[in-house]
Each structure stands twice: as structure tokens, then as C-alpha cells.
């Protein structure tokens, strides 16, 4: 499975943003997508995750309600509002591919294939 990820930028605090993940290939062993990010000095930390077939979908409790996860066809969406300077990361996408039951999804060790990031940066 092959994802590429886009709509990164700068935002100043308040605003919004919307990334998307693309994926490709073998995407019919899609299990689980889910949204990570990574900020400087700090351990890459679960954002968003979303069943691939049922829909359901899971949020770090941080967000506070800000962050929507959606898929449409084989793209991923991360509807982000109100952001705020501490959003300011680089996001990543990842893909967790059908296997044993009970895995805890915002566990990044456990995700399959990694796309390659995108820059969200918010000011002050």
C-alpha cells in the first residue's frame, strides 16, 4: 500500500486546515487508516483513526473535539479547526492491514505503511 499525503501548511491560530491521504495499491487489505503526528523534541502521538469498512472512528482525547476523520472511496480526510499553535506538527498517515483482533490503534508501532508527512504549522 502506497500513501501520499497533502494539504500541510502554515495557518494562523483559529483556522483550518484539511489533509488528505491517498492510498494506493493493495489498498483492499486496508484494515485501519489512522492520522499521527510529530512534533519537534517529541514522540510521535496518535491524532485520528478510522474503521476502513465500518466507519467507526477514534480521536485522541486531546483534540477536544476539533479534529474530523473521514474516508471517501481510497482517500483519508483530517478536517482540522480551530487550530491552535500546539497543533503545529508534521502528520502522517498510516495504514494497519488485517491481522489479530484487539490491537490498540494509537499505537503507531503496530501501523503497517507510513506515508511521508506533511508540515502543519500554526502561528501565534
Known amino acids: 500500500v502506497q500513501l501520499i499525503e497533502s494539504g500541510g501548511g502554515l495557518v494562523q491560530a483559529g483556522g483550518s486546515l484539511r489533509l488528505s491521504c491517498a492510498a494506493s495499491g493493495s489498498t483492499f487489505r486496508i484494515f485501519v487508516m489512522a492520522w499521527f503526528r510529530q512534533a519537534p523534541g517529541k514522540e510521535r502521538e496518535f491524532v485520528s483513526a478510522?474503521?476502513?469498512?465500518?466507519?467507526n472512528t477514534y480521536y485522541a482525547d486531546s483534540l477536544e473535539g476539533r479534529f474530523t476523520i473521514s474516508k471517501d472511496k481510497d482517500t483519508m480526510y483530517l478536517q482540522m479547526n480551530t487550530l491552535k499553535p500546539e497543533d503545529t506538527a508534521v502528520y502522517s498517515c498510516a495504514v494497519l492491514t488485517y491481522g489479530p483482533r484487539g490491537r490498540d490503534y494509537t499505537m503507531p508501532d503496530i501501523y503497517d505503511y507510513w506515508g511521508q508527512g506533511t508540515q502543519v504549522t500554526v502561528s501565534s
Open positions: 478510522i474503521n476502513w469498512n465500518s466507519g
